[in-house]
């Protein structure tokens, strides 16, 4: 059993992180990624910044897309994303301790749906969300990644995550594509929707 989709949390801070990771993401990346970004309501412009940096496909999020691999999936502004077995739901229900999107309900609900075939990261952010749902998937037998707080503009979020859970890999923002890429050559190769 291989992966199928990789989740990143990420907060203040975290535009150059973004770009480091999907930058260094190959053409033949073989899994599906979803980034929830805290963002203000009317930010309209991360996937075209995004896009500039990486040779991967980003889109925003529509109500019931398919998830496919191969491809960056970005949660769109004010609407909490829902990670179900094959697809997307977008939600306008209340803010999470303060967010919409929530990091923590995105991860959840891709524990509940992928478990061991998904990855979690958790990346530069001036809060805690994100941690409870890193320790979700871990529970449901997926895997963590942490950006070394070390590495992190803002070093809240990753410490958050770290000491919730603290099995995590913990790397340099640099070295997270690359470990990616390294789980994904470990499991089996994916193609089409998942």
């Known amino acids: 059993m291989g992966y199928e989709v990789v989740v990143v949390g990420v907060s203040a801070g975290g535009l150059q992180a973004l770009c480091t990771i999907a930058g260094g993401l190959t053409p033949d990346f073989e899994m599906a990624m979803v980034i929830v970004q805290h963002r203000s309501k009317d930010s309209y412009a991360l996937c075209d910044v995004l896009q500039d940096c990486s040779r991967v496909p980003i889109h925003e999020i529509t109500d019931k897309e398919p998830i496919r691999v191969g491809e960056i999936f970005l949660a769109p502004p004010d609407y909490h994303v829902l990670v179900e077995r094959g697809f997307f739901s977008l939600s ?9 999107p929530s990091i923590d309900l995105m991860f959840e609900t891709a524990a509940d749906a992928y478990g061991p075939e998904a990855i979690g990261v958790v990346l530069t ?3 805690h969300d994100g941690a409870y749902g890193l320790r979700q998937i871990v529970d449901r037998g997926g895997t963590a990644i942490v950006q070394d707080p070390e590495t992190a503009e803002v070093a809240v979020m990753p410490r958050a995550a770290f000491a919730m859970v603290p099995e995590a890999h913990v790397v340099p923002v640099a070295d997270i ?7 994904q050559r470990a499991g089996s190769p994916r193609t089409g929707t998942v």
């Open 177 to 183: 594509a690359p470990l990616l890429l390294a789980l």
């Open 125 to 127: 952010g001036a809060n």
């Open 92 to 100: 306008v229900d209340d803010p999470i301790r303060h967010s919409r």
